[in-house]
């Protein structure tokens, strides 16, 4: 008779085998990260294929199994945390970050009541409150943790709504002939989040009105009134603004104190989209950018982006945090007794029942480097957006897109016929992210394809930003030499 393996968990002392195994990987890795290709060159459905088709039907020995990993699932990865890795917002993976991580795992509690979780639902609120303090958010505002700020808006857009449409958790939208159609406002500029939200709460993704932006890519203002008169007169309710503080293409900045002044005169929810600028705040010289926020009625941010709280980490904020208790409340029978005490229950603030203790690792994060050590790494990547900003300056084959607010540099190369340069721009980016050397991603801004340069990981440094600009350099000289022999 074959050997069975035996039941319950893996025994204590291999399992601590394959943990010390990991643990020097995972320093390993970390150490030697700028050593991979940030990315592969691989095609569509190369590791699939190189994958068993069945499931297994017997268990595997570890060391098969980590085996896989080196060979296959490593090898397979775009870096996110390599140095060179400068595309969207460099978000970074820390020391601290990563032991919150590793510690959270063998606790795996389910955070969604006080009696289920005592030490993870009470870290969660002083972590908010760390970083509300942090932000110079009033005290009237409170929070909850998501995992992404397309969830947090979700839920602050479900809020305004059931303000706007009072009973709308208990009967829903369709067929009540009392009720408007309703609109939510975001600029051109801003997240594709807010559509996500509306499909989602039955709201309509039509609904969600475009508004116009500045010379600097900001919201207008004037374009935000003009299109709420033209829906009022045309019999629809205004129910929503999304102000961003960081938007995705060029970090830039939505004038919010006009905005707020309009959504009071229209009786609307102002939210503020701070996934990523709105961890600009923990900089003394940077408090310009909270104008504004303490007239909104929800804000989120993503510690995961700007403060080096590994993914997934999201807060939204909401003035009077009942107002989404009210919305979201409901505790059947089976959960009656774990919800007795006079405790705050995190399950009551969102769809989630189920929850991750994701404030461990951001609490580790903030006390390793400190609101200080936080802004110093936040300002170094401010310095490395604006140096790459004077090289462009100096280089008349490039031109800056839009203003450095963050650290956040859009730019485009300029020393080609104009009905080529917006290929030329795409392949470099795609040039140097098949070569495994840099990652960069493109956008499109007044109709024209840029390069964007996004900064924010601790490990790259002013000659990694400098190696990338050579890269840049070279493929667009490159180009310009072929150019010139075609013409001979």
């Known amino acids: 008779m074959k050997d069975r393996q035996p039941l319950g968990d893996v025994p204590p002392e291999e399992f601590r085998r394959q943990l010390h195994e990991l643990v020097d990987w995972i320093a390993d890795y970390r150490e030697k990260i700028e050593t991979l290709p940030v990315a592969p060159n691989a095609k569509p459905g190369a590791i699939i294929g190189a994958l068993p088709k069945q499931a297994p039907e017997e268990g595997e020995p570890f060391d098969r199994i980590f085996t896989d990993i080196r060979r296959l699932i ?98 829903g939208l369709a067929g009540r002939g009392d009720l408007p159609r309703f609109r939510i406002y975001a600029s051109e500029q801003a997240h594709s989040s807010a559509e996500k939200a509306a499909i989602a709460l039955g709201l309509g993704e039509e609904n969600v009105q475009r508004v116009g932006c500045d010379a600097d890519f900001r919201l207008d203002p004037s374009a935000l009134s003009e299109m709420i008169a033209r829906d009022r007169r045309a019999k629809f309710k205004p129910l929503a603004t999304v102000a ?144 790459l900003a004077n090289w462009i300056g100096i280089d008349n084959r490039f031109e800056l897109s839009a203003p450095v607010v963050m650290p956040v540099v859009c730019f485009r190369f300029i020393g080609a016929p104009e009905k080529e340069m917006d290929k030329l721009n795409s392949e470099i980016v795609e040039r140097i992210n098949a070569s495994g050397r840099a990652y960069l991603t493109q956008t499109r801004l007044r109709g024209r394809t840029v390069m964007r340069i996004g900064l924010g990981n601790v490990l790259t440094t002013e000659e990694h930003l400098r190696k990338a600009w050579e890269m840049i350099r070279d493929i667009a000289g490159q180009r310009e030499m072929a150019a010139s022999e075609c013409e001979k």
């Open 244 to 387: 961003t503080v960081g938007t995705t293409s060029t970090a830039s900045v939505d004038p919010v104190s006009e905005i707020a002044k309009i959504c009071r005169e229209h009786k609307m929810w102002l939210h503020i989209d701070g996934a990523y600028g709105a961890g600009l705040a923990l900089l003394p010289e940077q408090k310009w950018v909270t104008s504004g926020w303490s007239k909104a009625d929800s804000l989120v941010v993503n510690p995961h982006k700007m403060l080096f709280v590994p993914l997934d980490f999201s807060v939204l904020y909401v003035r009077d945090l009942e107002r989404l208790r009210r919305v979201f409340t409901l505790v059947p029978e089976y959960l009656r007794g774990d919800t007795v005490e006079a405790e705050k229950n995190y399950m009551d603030y969102g769809i989630q029942l189920g929850r991750r203790f994701r404030a461990l690792k951001a609490w580790m994060v903030f006390r390793a480097f400190g609101r200080a050590g936080m802004a110093a790494r936040i300002r170094e990547h401010l310095r490395l957006a604006n140096l």
């Open 74 to 171: 490593v090898p397979g990865m775009v870096h996110w945390g390599h140095p060179m890795f400068l595309g969207y917002f460099g978000w970074t993976t820390t020391g601290p970050g990563i032991l919150g991580e590793i510690i959270t795992a063998p606790l795996n509690v389910n955070a969604m009541t006080w009696r289920t979780s005592p030490a993870a639902t009470e870290l969660e609120t002083l972590v908010i409150d760390w970083l509300r303090q942090w932000m110079q958010l009033p005290k009237e505002f409170d929070g909850v943790i998501y995992d992404t700020a397309s969830v947090g808006v979700m839920h602050a857009l479900a809020v305004a709504r059931e303000q706007a449409a009072p009973e709308a958790r208990k009967l």
